[in-house]
């Protein structure tokens, strides 16, 4: 997502552009895959630079932490990052560096992209462990069957282990009482 901002460079402090109702392909995963991306974004003129604010919603690609089965989620991500513009405006001049070395920049053709912000936030929103379904069963521990399909008719005969069989003997002896 890539926005023009040589306009709203030029403009004071405070000036605003809307932009609603966006819907995109963004390469948001490493590797470059693209993912549909909707949503709204507002450009804010400050002090140093432009306020990208974003509420987006993405449709990545998951496996289920259970089953392995993949799917796609939803996932909503609201961005608010500061840009930094590398050229002045008026004269053309390269400005100095901002102090964060992390900090977003505007490029020298006056273009803020968000392609960058939106992957890294789209990191930090994603689950640790998503799953395909709530109630998901996942896969047998014995033969890596798929439960969701045949949890009912699936069933093993346990192996002890060798180690817990101590256990497993004074489970079958009888009470003493």
């Not at 462990?129 to 896969?139: F, M, N």
């Not at 002890?160 to 101590?166: E, F, G, K, P, V």
Request: aromatic share 4%.
């Amino acid at each position: 997502m890539e926005f023009n901002v040589a306009q709203l460079l030029q403009e004071s402090t405070g000036a605003t552009r809307r932009y609603e109702g966006l819907r995109e392909e963004v390469a948001v995963i490493d590797g470059g895959e693209q993912v549909p991306v909707e949503g709204d974004v507002t450009l804010t003129r400050t002090p140093g630079g432009v306020l990208a604010a974003a509420r987006l919603q993405l449709l990545v690609g998951e496996d289920c932490a259970r089953c392995l089965t993949p799917f796609e989620a939803p996932l909503r991500v609201t961005i608010e990052e500061i840009y930094h513009p590398t050229i002045d405006i008026v004269n053309g001049q390269r400005l100095p560096a901002p102090e964060d070395p992390e900090a977003f920049l505007i490029d020298e053709h006056h273009i803020l992209d968000l392609t960058e912000p939106i992957r890294q936030y789209r990191l930090m929103a994603g689950s640790l462990a998503p799953l395909c379904r709530p109630d998901c069963r996942g896969l047998c521990a014995v033969c890596g069957a798929d439960l969701n399909d045949s949890a009912e008719q699936h069933q093993h005969e346990r192996p002890i282990d060798a180690r817990w069989s101590a256990l497993n003997e004074l489970q079958t002896q009888p009470s003493k009482e």
